[in-house]
């Protein structure tokens, strides 16, 4: 099972061709997703982990906006990855119940 990390490679490929606004998910990932869940397999991310980390970040004084669009490409890597079959990402821990 890959790690966000990992799939984060492929998922700027898919995001380069795909998004006009590449730079900025790419400048999020590296700059504030992958530091806190980079590492982790796909398997091992909690919802209830994620949120809090998001909530803490509005607590520091990030933008919710910003902590929203932080959310959005995190769950769309996530979505991602179930279209394309990855191992580990059969749920979504950010997708609506």
């Known amino acids: 099972?890959?790690?966000?990390?990992?799939?984060?490679?492929?998922?700027?490929?898919?995001?380069?061709?795909?998004?006009?606004?590449?730079?900025?998910d790419e400048r999020y990932l590296r700059l504030h997703l992958l530091p806190r869940f980079g590492k982790l397999h796909l398997d091992q991310?909690?919802?209830?982990?994620?949120?809090?980390?998001?909530?803490?970040?509005v607590v520091e004084g990030y933008a919710q906006a910003t902590v929203n669009r932080w959310q959005v490409i995190l769950s769309h890597m996530l979505r991602?990855?179930?279209?394309?079959?990855?191992?580990?990402?059969?749920?979504?821990?950010?997708?609506p119940c």
């Open 45 to 57: 991310l909690k919802q209830d982990d994620i949120v809090a980390w998001l909530n803490s970040k």
């Open 1 to 24: 099972i890959p790690t966000v990390a990992e799939l984060s490679v492929r998922y700027m490929d898919y995001a380069r061709t795909a998004k006009k606004s590449h730079a900025i």
């Open 80 to 95: 991602m990855a179930k279209i394309w079959g990855v191992p580990g990402a059969e749920t979504n821990p950010l997708a």
